[in-house]
């Protein structure tokens, strides 16, 4: 199986701040990589998929990077609606895995 | 617009059989293509995918936990159905299923809303 490893596992932050949140895979997964905003109480929101592509609809301050094994999601300027949790997933391979996943919190 | 929405016990007993539906619309799962994912998360923790059912009856599971799903789908009725048998405890969570993004392999661009289901004697 291919471990998806999240860090930081939280963290705090201001509204206005640049956020950036990292991945890494157990094996190299190309760009099969996508990224999921969860809030709380609600299911998982598509935000990216091939590591960099935005869904259709997702503001232009979220951003994806990465290939091979290393990943990162941006935030460019944290807006109040951006306090959730993300996940990376691999679908280079199955089982598909998730990371364990990192929480934005208000700072 | 592509909804989906899951189904089923809020309560189950363990070693019972756990059956949920995805009843889904906006897609036909005779599309080539198509596919819908059961994913689940226990209370606190992350997500995990389960299993996965493409429009050509394939049928993809995790490998910890295939002994014991099954999945099925129901073209007509635009529903696919995820059977888990021998229920515990640690399967308590809220269970998702999810459309496959046919435009770039296993990830998903639209979820269900989830089902809470409690493994409790």
Do not use: H
């Given at each position: 199986?291919?471990?998806?490893?999240?860090?930081?596992?939280?963290?705090?932050?201001?509204?206005?701040?640049?956020?950036?949140?990292?991945?890494?895979?157990?094996?190299?997964i190309s760009t099969w990589l996508a990224w999921y905003q969860q809030k709380p109480e609600e299911a998982p929101k598509s935000l990216i998929h091939s590591a960099s592509t935005l869904q259709s609809g997702v503001p232009s301050r979220f951003s994806?990077?990465?290939?091979?094994?290393?990943?990162?999601?941006?935030i460019s300027s944290l807006q109040p609606e951006d306090f959730a949790t993300y996940?990376?997933?691999q679908y280079n391979s199955y089982p598909l895995t998730f990371g364990g996943g990192t929480k934005v919190e208000i700072k | 617009q592509i909804t989906l929405k899951e189904s089923g016990p809020t309560l189950v007993k363990p070693t019972q059989t756990l059956t949920l539906t995805c009843a889904f619309s906006?897609?036909?799962?005779?599309?080539?293509?198509?596919?819908?994912?059961?994913?689940?998360?226990?209370?606190?923790?992350?997500?995990?995918?389960?299993?996965?059912?493409?429009?050509?009856?394939?049928?993809?599971?995790?490998?910890?936990?295939?002994?014991?799903?099954?999945?099925?789908?129901d073209t007509?009725?635009?529903?696919?159905?995820?059977?888990?048998?021998?229920?515990?405890?640690?399967?308590?969570?809220?269970?998702y299923c999810a459309h496959r993004y046919v435009y770039d392999g296993n990830c998903f661009d639209q979820w269900g809303q989830g089902a809470l289901v409690t493994v409790s004697s």
């Open positions: 199986d291919i471990q998806m490893t999240q860090s930081p596992s939280s963290l705090s932050a201001s509204v206005g701040d640049r956020v950036t949140i990292t991945c890494r895979a157990s094996q190299g994806g990077s990465g290939s091979g094994t290393d990943f990162t999601l941006t996940y990376c997933q | 906006g897609f036909s799962l005779s599309t080539p293509g198509v596919g819908v994912a059961w994913i689940r998360q226990s209370p606190g923790k992350a997500l995990e995918w389960l299993a996965l059912i493409y429009w050509n009856d394939d049928q993809r599971y995790s490998p910890s936990l295939k002994s014991r799903l099954t999945v099925t789908m007509p009725k635009n529903q696919v159905v995820l059977t888990m048998t021998n229920v515990d405890p640690v399967d308590t969570a809220t269970y």
